[in-house]
Antibody
């Protein structure tokens, strides 16, 4: 069964950090780019970041550039999103996405004092 | 960034109806277009990628077509479980961008 399972979300104060994980199974993980997409309360989805199959190429939305870092461990079939200097406006459900495979179930990040 | 314009933003339909949703890209994206369904409080569910390729496990009542800038998602016979919000998404270039969504409601 194809699965993408996110974890690592939670409540954090502004300026804090979190690391999200996306664990993949059921498909050849090393063949695919992996994306992070977030969705704020009552809003549409917004792309955040992506990482190439071998981790050598990464891209970020302007809103998170310099604060978020995407990485992957192909041996563990896991992609990470290190989120630093978090802002209230980063509050959202964060999903990992593989275009031809599907979406994870999401993990909620709440940035609030 | 490529802008994705979906229409309509909402529609009311009856069980058994044929429903068509359109998506237009602000520039050509070849066939790099995906559709997904989202129900309230739930994660998105992929339906179609590459404009017309059905995701594994998705019923054949869903179909996609188009190329370049104009795309459609068709649900051949609407069922109660299909009432949801549908989004298009281009995966031609980053940043990936999404349409504004189409909410399909019960008439």
């Amino acid at each position: 069964e194809v699965q993408l399972v996110e974890s690592g979300g939670g409540l954090v104060q502004p300026g804090g950090s979190l690391r999200l994980s996306c664990a993949a199974s059921g498909f050849t993980f090393t063949n695919y780019w992996v994306h992070w997409v977030r969705q704020g309360p009552g809003k549409g989805p917004v792309w955040v970041s992506r990482i190439h199959t071998d981790g050598t190429t990464t891209n970020y939305a302007d809103s998170v550039k310099g604060r978020f870092t995407i990485s992957r461990d192909n041996a563990k079939k896991t992609v990470y999103l290190q989120m630093n200097s978090l802002r209230v406006e980063d509050t959202a459900v964060y999903y990992c996405l593989v275009i031809t495979v599907g979406w994870g179930q999401g993990t909620l990040v709440t940035v609030s004092s | 960034d490529i802008q994705m314009t979906q229409s309509p933003s909402s529609l009311s339909a009856s069980v058994g109806d044929r429903v068509t949703i359109t998506c237009r890209a602000s520039q050509g994206i070849s066939n790099s277009l995906a559709w997904f369904q989202q129900k309230p409080g739930r994660a998105p569910k992929s339906l179609i990628y590459g404009a017309s390729n059905l995701q594994s496990g998705v019923p054949s009542k869903f179909s996609g077509s188009g190329s370049g800038t104009d795309f459609t998602l068709t649900i051949s016979s609407l069922q109660p479980e299909d009432f949801a919000t549908y989004y298009c998404q281009q995966h031609s270039t980053y940043p990936l961008t999404f349409g504004g969504g189409t909410k399909v409601e019960i008439k």
